[in-house]
C-alpha cells in the first residue's frame, strides 16, 4: 500500500543532497562570492571537488616535485623562515643602529633600503635636499657602505639589499669585504629589485637604463655573481610590484613566472647551464588580505616552477626546481583611518604566507599608511612574526591545509588561472616583448580599476573607510620619523669632501673602463661596476656613465 | 553652468609609485574632466610650463614616498609665474603634521589614502568653479 514511501526509504537521499536542499532554503538568495583572482566562490567543497584520486602525482611529498606541500623536506619544522625586515632610514650611522636594534631583537638578517635618491640613480648632491633620507638611507659610497655595516660579520650575516641595476649596492659591498679581508665566497644574500621588467611593468621608483641595456646588465650580473660571489643570490624575480600596482594574485604570480621564463632563456641564450642560474634564482611576493587565495597560489607556484624548471629547462640539480620566495604583507591593503586594525590585518596576511610555505617574511608596520614606519611600529611588525610561530605554533606542521577539499581545488583553479594569465604573454612574444608593448601594464591597470570598483560601491568592505568608520583621535597617531637635518647637512659636508680627496686620474680611468665596458658585449659590465667602485665612483657617477652610454629608460603613461 | 575642470595630474620629487595617480586620472576623465596625465619624476619647471601652457584649472600631486616635502618649492614656483589661481591639490601618504605645512604653503586640500573618487571629483568641480568665476570677476574688474 504505501509503496513509494518504502521506495523513498530504500534509497535515503544523501547527506549532500540534503545539504544542498536545507542550505537553498535557509540561505534565501545566494550572493556570489569571487576572490580577487575571479574563481568564484563556492559555499562549501567536498570530495567531489577533490578526492586525493591523484595525490603522488599532484600534491606530493614536502621537498619531493611537484613541491605542492614545500620545496624542503623539513619546511618550517625544520628551519623557520627568515625575518627580513626593511630598515633604511637617514645617514649611514642612523642605518646602523637601527639596524643593531632590530637584529638584538630577533631579525636574523640584513636588509637594506636606500634613500629614492639613490633608487632614482643620483648622489646626495644632486636631489631636493628636503627628500634625502625620508624613506632609506643615504648610501653612495664604499665608505657608506662600510658605515651602514659596522660592526657585523659579512661573512656569516645574510644581506638583501634593494639594488637595482646597475648593483652598485652590492659593488659597495663587495669592496668593503675586500677592506674587510672577507672572501666574496663567503658573502650570501640577494639582490632585491634585480628584475627591472618589474620596475618597467610597476614600479617606476627606480634608475634604470633604457630596457635592451637593462637586459644586458642583469645577464652581467647574473654571470658575475655565479662566478666570483656563489653564495649569492643575483635574481630576485619580483611580482609584489605588479600586485601593489594592481594585479591580481593570479596576474602577479603569471607575470612573475613570465618574467623568469624571460631571464632564464636570456641567460641560456648567453651560454649559461640551468643548474648553474636556476639554483640561484628567487622570487619576492605580496601577500594580500585574500587569505585562502594566498595560500593556494603558493601552493599552485610551487608546482608550477618545479614543473618548468623540469620539463622547460630540463634542470637535473633538485636545487633548481625550487620555488624560493621572500614575500611581504601587502602595503594597499593597510588603511590610514584607525590605523592599528592594520595589526590585525599584518598578522592575516602574514599567516596566509607562512601557511603558504614562504623562507623569508616582511611583516608591515601598522603605521605605513600614515608614513615611513616608526621604530615602534617596526617593533610590533617582527614581534607578530614571533608570536605567530613562538606562541601560535603556525610552524609544528607542513602545510597543514593540504588535503582541504577547498584549499585543494582552489590550488588547482589558481593554477589554471596562472597559466591563462602566463599564456597572454606567451602569445605576445614573451615577457619582455609584452612590456615593451605596454599589454602588461594594461591589463594591471584594468585590475587595480577593477578592485578600487569594488572598494567604492562597498561589494568589498574595508573597515573604517566604507564601512564602520568612527570619528578618530587624529594625536593619537604616530608622527612621522624624519632624518636630522644637521645630520643630513653634515653627511652631505663628508660626501663633498671624499669627493674632492680622491685621486681624479683613478676615478676618471674607472669611469672611462665603465664607458667601454657599456659599449663592449665582450666585456662584464657588472664587474667594471664593481672596479668603478673599489677605485672610489660614487653611486651617482656609475649611474651618470651608464646613463650616458646606454640611455635612460622612461616610463609610459598608460592610463 | 556645466562645468569641466582642466586637470594636472602629475608626480614631482624622486618616487614612481603611479597606482594612486593612474586611478586618480582614469576616474577623472571618466567623470567628464579633461586631464593631462604625466608619468612620475616631473622637475618643478616643467609642470609650471605643463600648467601655463594647457591652462588648467586644478594640479592634482600624487605623494606616496615623502615627495609631499617639496610641493611648497612647487607653490613658489607656481606663483612666481603669475599662476596663483590654479588650485593645487596633493593625495597619498601625508602625515598629519606635513599636512598643516602644506595648507600654510597654499595647497588648496590633502586627500589621504581611502579617499572616495567621488569626493574627490566633486571637489574638483566645487573649486573649478570658484576659480572660473572668480577669474571672470577679475577679468571684469580689469576692463
Request: proline content about 5%.
Given at each position: 500500500m504505501n509503496k513509494p514511501l518504502d521506495a523513498a526509504l530504500a534509497r535515503p537521499a544523501s547527506g549532500e543532497d540534503r545539504w544542498e536542499k536545507e542550505y537553498s532554503e535557509q540561505i534565501g538568495t545566494d550572493k556570489a562570492v569571487r576572490n580577487r583572482s575571479g574563481i568564484g566562490i563556492k559555499p562549501l567543497y567536498t570530495p567531489r571537488d577533490w578526492n586525493g584520486g591523484r595525490y603522488e602525482d599532484d600534491i606530493g611529498y614536502p621537498g619531493?616535485?611537484?613541491?605542492?606541500?614545500?620545496?624542503?623536506?623539513?619546511?618550517?619544522?625544520?628551519?623557520?623562515?627568515?625575518?627580513?625586515?626593511?630598515?633604511?632610514?637617514?645617514?649611514?650611522?642612523?642605518?646602523?643602529?637601527?639596524?643593531?636594534?632590530?637584529?638584538?631583537?630577533?631579525?636574523?638578517?640584513?636588509?637594506?633600503?636606500?634613500?629614492?635618491?639613490?633608487?632614482?640613480?643620483?648622489?646626495?648632491?644632486?636631489?631636493?635636499?628636503?627628500?634625502?633620507?625620508?624613506?632609506?638611507?643615504?648610501?653612495?659610497?664604499?665608505?657608506?657602505?662600510?658605515?651602514?655595516?659596522?660592526?657585523?660579520?659579512?661573512?656569516?650575516?645574510?644581506?638583501?639589499?634593494?639594488?637595482?641595476?646597475?648593483?652598485?649596492?652590492?659593488?659597495?659591498?663587495?669592496?668593503?669585504?675586500?677592506?674587510?679581508?672577507?672572501?666574496?665566497?663567503?658573502?650570501?644574500?640577494?639582490?632585491?629589485?634585480?628584475?627591472?621588467?618589474?620596475?618597467?611593468?610597476?614600479?617606476?621608483?627606480?634608475?634604470?637604463?633604457?630596457?635592451?641595456?637593462?637586459?644586458?646588465?642583469?645577464?652581467?650580473?647574473?654571470?658575475?655573481?655565479?662566478?666570483?660571489?656563489?653564495?649569492?643570490?643575483?635574481?630576485?624575480?619580483?611580482?609584489?610590484?605588479?600586485?601593489?600596482?594592481?594585479?591580481?594574485?593570479?596576474?602577479?604570480?603569471?607575470?612573475?613566472?613570465?618574467?623568469?621564463?624571460?631571464?632564464?632563456?636570456?641567460?641560456?641564450?648567453?651560454?649559461?647551464?640551468?643548474?648553474?642560474?636556476?639554483?640561484?634564482?628567487?622570487?619576492?611576493?605580496?601577500?594580500?588580505?585574500?587569505?585562502?587565495?594566498?595560500?593556494?597560489?603558493?601552493?599552485?607556484?610551487?608546482?608550477?616552477?618545479?614543473?618548468?624548471?623540469?620539463?622547460?629547462?630540463?634542470?637535473?640539480d633538485p636545487r633548481s626546481w625550487r620555488f624560493k620566495f621572500h614575500a611581504q604583507t601587502s602595503g594597499v591593503d593597510l588603511t590610514r583611518q584607525q590605523p592599528l586594525n592594520n595589526i590585525s590585518r599584518v598578522t592575516v596576511q602574514a599567516m596566509a604566507g607562512i601557511l603558504g610555505g614562504l623562507q623569508s617574511l616582511h611583516t608591515d608596520a601598522f603605521d605605513e599608511a600614515l608614513s615611513c614606519p616608526t621604530e615602534f611600529g617596526a617593533r610590533?611588525?617582527?614581534?607578530?612574526?614571533?608570536?605567530?610561530?613562538?606562541?601560535?605554533h603556525l610552524t609544528d606542521v607542513i602545510d597543514p591545509l593540504g588535503g582541504s577539499y577547498y584549499v585543494e581545488t582552489l590550488t588547482d583553479q589558481m593554477e589554471t588561472e596562472i597559466r591563462r594569465s602566463m599564456r597572454v604573454v606567451e602569445e605576445a612574444g614573451g615577457m619582455y616583448a609584452a612590456v615593451a608593448a605596454g599589454i602588461v601594464q594594461k591589463q594591471i591597470g584594468e585590475s587595480a580599476r577593477r578592485f578600487q570598483d569594488e572598494v567604492?560601491?562597498?561589494?568589498?568592505?574595508?573597515?573604517?573607510?566604507?564601512?564602520?568608520?568612527?570619528?578618530?583621535?587624529?594625536?593619537?597617531?604616530?608622527?612621522?620619523?624624519?632624518?636630522?637635518?644637521?645630520?643630513?647637512?653634515?653627511?652631505?659636508?663628508?660626501?663633498?669632501?671624499?669627493?674632492?680627496?680622491?685621486?681624479?686620474?683613478?676615478?676618471?680611468?674607472?669611469?672611462?673602463?665603465?664607458?667601454?665596458?657599456?659599449?663592449?658585449?665582450?666585456?662584464?659590465?657588472?664587474?667594471?661596476?664593481?672596479?668603478?667602485?673599489?677605485?672610489?665612483?660614487?653611486?651617482?657617477?656609475?649611474?651618470?656613465?651608464?646613463?650616458?652610454?646606454?640611455?635612460?629608460?622612461?616610463?609610459?603613461?598608460?592610463? | 553652468?556645466?562645468?569641466?575642470?582642466?586637470?594636472?595630474?602629475?608626480?614631482?620629487?624622486?618616487?614612481?609609485?603611479?597606482?594612486?595617480?593612474?586611478?586618480?586620472?582614469?576616474?577623472?576623465?571618466?567623470?567628464?574632466?579633461?586631464?593631462?596625465?604625466?608619468?612620475?619624476?616631473?622637475?618643478?619647471?616643467?609642470?609650471?610650463?605643463?600648467?601655463?601652457?594647457?591652462?588648467?584649472?586644478?594640479?592634482?600631486?600624487?605623494?606616496?614616498?615623502?615627495?609631499?616635502?617639496?610641493?611648497?618649492?612647487?607653490?613658489?614656483?607656481?606663483?612666481?609665474?603669475?599662476?596663483?589661481?590654479?588650485?593645487?591639490?596633493?593625495?597619498?601618504?601625508?602625515?598629519?603634521?606635513?599636512?598643516?605645512?602644506?595648507?600654510?604653503?597654499?595647497?588648496?586640500?590633502?586627500?589621504?589614502?581611502?579617499?572616495?573618487?567621488?569626493?574627490?571629483?566633486?571637489?574638483?568641480?566645487?573649486?573649478?568653479?570658484?576659480?572660473?568665476?572668480?577669474?571672470?570677476?577679475?577679468?571684469?574688474?580689469?576692463?
Amino acid at each position: 500500500m504505501n509503496k513509494p514511501l518504502d521506495a523513498a526509504l530504500a534509497r535515503p537521499a544523501s547527506g549532500e543532497d540534503r545539504w544542498e536542499k536545507e542550505y537553498s532554503e535557509q540561505i534565501g538568495t545566494d550572493k556570489a562570492v569571487r576572490n580577487r583572482s575571479g574563481i568564484g566562490i563556492k559555499p562549501l567543497y567536498t570530495p567531489r571537488d577533490w578526492n586525493g584520486g591523484r595525490y603522488e602525482d599532484d600534491i606530493g611529498y614536502p621537498g619531493q616535485p611537484p613541491h605542492t606541500r614545500g620545496i624542503y623536506a623539513t619546511m618550517h619544522r625544520g628551519r623557520t623562515w627568515t625575518q627580513r625586515q626593511l630598515i633604511g632610514l637617514g645617514t649611514p650611522p642612523d642605518y646602523n643602529a637601527r639596524l643593531s636594534a632590530i637584529i638584538a631583537q630577533g631579525a636574523s638578517a640584513v636588509s637594506l633600503i636606500p634613500c629614492n635618491s639613490v633608487y632614482r640613480g643620483y648622489d646626495m648632491d644632486e636631489v631636493h635636499a628636503e627628500l634625502l633620507g625620508t624613506c632609506g638611507v643615504v648610501v653612495n659610497t664604499v665608505d657608506h657602505m662600510d658605515a651602514c655595516l659596522a660592526g657585523l660579520d659579512l661573512g656569516s650575516m645574510s644581506c638583501a639589499m634593494n639594488d637595482p641595476s646597475p648593483f652598485t649596492l652590492l659593488a659597495f659591498l663587495l669592496a668593503t669585504a675586500k677592506r674587510r679581508g672577507v672572501a666574496w665566497d663567503a658573502i650570501s644574500g640577494t639582490s632585491n629589485q634585480s628584475d627591472y621588467i618589474s620596475h618597467y611593468v610597476a614600479n617606476h621608483m627606480f634608475f634604470r637604463i633604457a630596457l635592451p641595456g637593462a637586459r644586458r646588465i642583469l645577464g652581467d650580473h647574473i654571470d658575475f655573481c655565479n662566478r666570483h660571489v656563489p653564495k649569492w643570490n643575483p635574481m630576485s624575480v619580483v611580482g609584489q610590484h605588479m600586485q601593489q600596482a594592481g594585479a591580481t594574485p593570479a596576474e602577479a604570480m603569471a607575470f612573475t613566472f613570465a618574467t623568469a621564463l624571460q631571464n632564464a632563456d636570456d641567460c641560456l641564450a648567453r651560454g649559461m647551464n640551468p643548474d648553474q642560474f636556476l639554483p640561484r634564482f628567487t622570487f619576492f611576493f605580496d601577500i594580500s588580505l585574500s587569505f585562502f587565495e594566498e595560500i593556494a597560489r603558493f601552493r599552485a607556484g610551487r608546482r608550477i616552477w618545479a614543473q618548468l624548471t623540469r620539463e622547460r629547462y630540463g634542470a637535473r640539480d633538485p636545487r633548481s626546481w625550487r620555488f624560493k620566495f621572500h614575500a611581504q604583507t601587502s602595503g594597499v591593503d593597510l588603511t590610514r583611518q584607525q590605523p592599528l586594525n592594520n595589526i590585525s590585518r599584518v598578522t592575516v596576511q602574514a599567516m596566509a604566507g607562512i601557511l603558504g610555505g614562504l623562507q623569508s617574511l616582511h611583516t608591515d608596520a601598522f603605521d605605513e599608511a600614515l608614513s615611513c614606519p616608526t621604530e615602534f611600529g617596526a617593533r610590533i611588525a617582527v614581534a607578530t612574526q614571533n608570536i605567530l610561530r613562538e606562541e601560535a605554533h603556525l610552524t609544528d606542521v607542513i602545510d597543514p591545509l593540504g588535503g582541504s577539499y577547498y584549499v585543494e581545488t582552489l590550488t588547482d583553479q589558481m593554477e589554471t588561472e596562472i597559466r591563462r594569465s602566463m599564456r597572454v604573454v606567451e602569445e605576445a612574444g614573451g615577457m619582455y616583448a609584452a612590456v615593451a608593448a605596454g599589454i602588461v601594464q594594461k591589463q594591471i591597470g584594468e585590475s587595480a580599476r577593477r578592485f578600487q570598483d569594488e572598494v567604492e560601491s562597498g561589494r568589498q568592505t574595508v573597515v573604517g573607510v566604507n564601512a564602520y568608520r568612527i570619528d578618530e583621535d587624529r594625536s593619537a597617531r604616530p608622527s612621522q620619523p624624519k632624518p636630522d637635518p644637521q645630520k643630513m647637512r653634515d653627511h652631505i659636508d663628508a660626501f663633498r669632501e671624499y669627493k674632492a680627496a680622491r685621486s681624479p686620474d683613478a676615478v676618471r680611468r674607472a669611469q672611462d673602463a665603465l664607458a667601454r665596458a657599456a659599449n663592449d658585449p665582450r666585456e662584464n659590465v657588472f664587474a667594471a661596476v664593481v672596479a668603478a667602485a673599489e677605485a672610489g665612483c660614487t653611486h651617482g657617477e656609475i649611474c651618470a656613465t651608464l646613463r650616458r652610454e646606454m640611455g635612460f629608460g622612461h616610463v609610459q603613461a598608460i592610463v | 553652468m556645466d562645468i569641466r575642470p582642466k586637470v594636472l595630474v602629475t608626480k614631482i620629487g624622486l618616487d614612481g609609485h603611479d597606482r594612486g595617480s593612474r586611478i586618480v586620472a582614469a576616474h577623472l576623465r571618466d567623470a567628464g574632466m579633461e586631464v593631462i596625465y604625466t608619468p612620475p619624476w616631473q622637475e618643478i619647471p616643467v609642470v609650471v610650463k605643463l600648467a601655463t601652457e594647457e591652462d588648467v584649472d586644478v594640479i592634482g600631486i600624487s605623494s606616496l614616498a615623502t615627495d609631499h616635502l617639496i610641493v611648497p618649492k612647487l607653490m613658489a614656483a607656481l606663483r612666481a609665474a603669475g599662476l596663483e589661481d590654479v588650485a593645487v591639490i596633493v593625495g597619498g601618504i601625508v602625515p598629519d603634521e606635513d599636512e598643516e605645512m602644506l595648507l600654510a604653503a597654499g595647497v588648496a586640500r590633502v586627500f589621504h589614502p581611502g579617499s572616495a573618487l567621488d569626493d574627490i571629483s566633486s571637489y574638483i568641480r566645487d573649486i573649478t568653479a570658484r576659480i572660473r568665476a572668480q577669474r571672470l570677476s577679475e577679468r571684469r574688474e580689469n576692463a
